[in-house]
């Protein structure tokens, strides 16, 4: 079983080195900090078990990535938090109005859709490519694309500009 | 200007707690985890493998509870929301006690002097309720022994040190220490922190309540023992009417509070103190 072995290591090594990126995908959609450290639990648990099914050690980002999304929206199913308002923010102000923008921008994309979701926190926050996020969502190149415009455009009506890309 | 790019910022500014990168560290490592742990069971005598196994969940809750952050999109502009996580679990234990500290501990107030101060103060309370464990512990057994108890049959002194968050923003912090002890019968002590984060100071009632806050309170205590005796004809209280305020007033021995999730007073009696012991503690909610 020394494959088995050595992709274990690399998989351990790699969560790790990122787990404060696993954190944050899981809080964009627990929105709670101790059930995104329990979806986070959960994926390192199932993936230690489910390691023989990694083919390539290369992959092991996507593929990681992949099970802390799958967990993420189980919990949102079992939590039925689909429409989850923090509303925190709103009623904030900001004496600059970019500063107060992007906060606005940044509460529209953790609004959408979880499935809209998933594209733009993996494309613009954790710097994904198109054909990894097809990986990763288990779907392919066009589906992505499709759903990074529509997110897009849906962002685009939230803050009333076209001018966020 | 790349707009979205813009909010990555806030994104990565999204911090885990410490105890999140222990519980991943201890995930990971799990496989080695259980080895040593059996290890580590060989040294329990026997008739404390129960405890033992009680502590197993509590590395295990330890792994997935301690943070709070209600309100953690405000990170990137005001700092982490104040938080009270774990500091350290540890285990004690002998002929005589055996005892399990949870110990709290706070931090990202943005105050140092109040974190200090706070911390201390856990410190303090739990180092005296252990070490007092230590000598009722001995007491109880000798009690035991002298009542023609054998050593087989002696139930040692458990004491069970936990702490639990009652309310937090970026203003406010309350949260209660909860030291359960039992031998032959079971009581469990809370001691209550309750902070105004942005002064560093202890809230107190007048803070809260005005300086009618004696009136107010003995009033709705009042009403609601009145209410409870009604839907529970078995129940009864030492504090009455005319004792109520004269309890207020004792500033010897302050009434303990807590904040609840409504942002309301709860003012809490441990259990026994005001009733007899099976009716457990005693909360009364002060809705001004």
Redesign the interface.
């Known amino acids: 079983m020394r494959k088995k072995d050595s992709k274990l290591d690399t998989l351990?090594a790699y969560?790790?080195g990122d787990?404060?990126h696993?954190?944050?995908l899981a809080?964009?959609y627990t929105?709670?900090?101790?059930d995104?450290?329990?979806v986070?639990?959960e994926a390192?648990?199932k993936a230690?078990e489910k390691v023989h099914t990694l083919q390539n050690e290369a992959y092991v980002k996507t593929w990681f990535y992949r099970i802390v999304i799958n967990e993420s929206l189980n919990y949102l199913r079992k939590n039925n938090k689909y429409s989850h308002k923090?509303g925190?923010?709103e009623n904030?102000s900001y004496e600059d109005k970019?500063v107060a923008?992007?906060?606005t921008?940044?509460?529209a994309?953790?609004e959408l859709e979880p499935k809209l979701r998933t594209v733009?926190?993996l494309r613009?926050?954790e710097d994904l490519k198109l054909s990894e996020i097809a990986k990763v969502t288990d779907s392919n190149l066009n589906t992505v694309k499709s759903r990074l415009y529509k997110a897009l455009d849906l962002?685009k009506i939230t803050?009333g500009?076209d001018?966020?890309? | 200007?790349?707009?979205?790019?813009?909010?990555?910022?806030?994104?990565?500014n999204?911090?885990?707690?410490q105890?999140?990168?222990l519980?991943?560290?201890r995930?990971?490592?799990?496989?080695e985890q259980k080895r040593k742990k059996t290890d580590h069971y060989k040294w329990v005598r026997p008739a404390l493998v129960s405890t033992a196994a009680m502590f197993a969940i509590c590395v295990i809750m330890l792994?997935?509870?301690p943070?709070?952050?209600s309100?953690?999109?405000?990170i990137p502009?005001i700092g982490e929301v104040a938080r009270v996580f774990t500091f350290r679990t540890y285990e004690l234990s002998d002929t005589t006690y055996d005892i399990q500290v949870e110990m709290p501990s706070i931090r990202n107030t943005g105050n140092t002097d109040l974190e200090v101060r706070i911390n201390d103060q856990i410190q303090d309370k739990i180092d005296s309720i252990v070490e007092n464990a230590k000598i009722r512990g001995k007491a109880v057994l000798d009690d035991q022994l002298a009542s023609g108890g054998t050593e087989e049959e002696l139930v040692p002194f458990y004491i069970m040190i936990s702490y639990e968050v009652k309310f937090s923003n970026e203003n406010m912090l309350s949260f209660v220490i909860n030291d359960m002890e039992s031998s032959v019968t079971a009581y469990n002590y809370q001691t209550f922190y309750n902070i105004d984060l942005n002064t560093g100071k202890d809230i107190t009632l007048a803070d809260k309540l005005g300086d009618q806050y004696i009136e107010i309170i003995s009033e709705r205590i009042q009403e609601q023992i009145e209410q409870r005796i009604l839907e529970h004809p078995d129940w009864s209280y030492t504090l009455t009417s005319a004792t109520i305020s004269e309890a207020l007033s004792d500033t010897e021995k302050p009434l303990k509070f807590y904040i609840n999730e409504a942002e309301n007073i709860v003012i809490s009696f441990d259990k026994g103190e005001i009733a007899p012991p099976p009716m457990g503690i005693q909360d009364f909610e002060i809705i001004k």
């Open positions: 351990k969560i790790l787990q404060n696993f954190y944050r809080y964009s929105k709670n900090s101790d995104a450290a329990d986070v639990q390192i648990c230690i923090e925190v923010l904030a970019d923008e992007t906060f921008l940044f509460n994309v953790s733009i926190i613009y926050y962002l803050i500009s001018d966020i890309e | 200007m790349n707009k979205l790019k813009q909010t990555q910022k806030i994104y990565k999204i911090t885990p707690p105890s999140y990168n519980m991943v560290e995930a990971v490592s799990a496989v792994n997935t509870m943070t709070f952050a309100a953690v999109y405000e502009i």
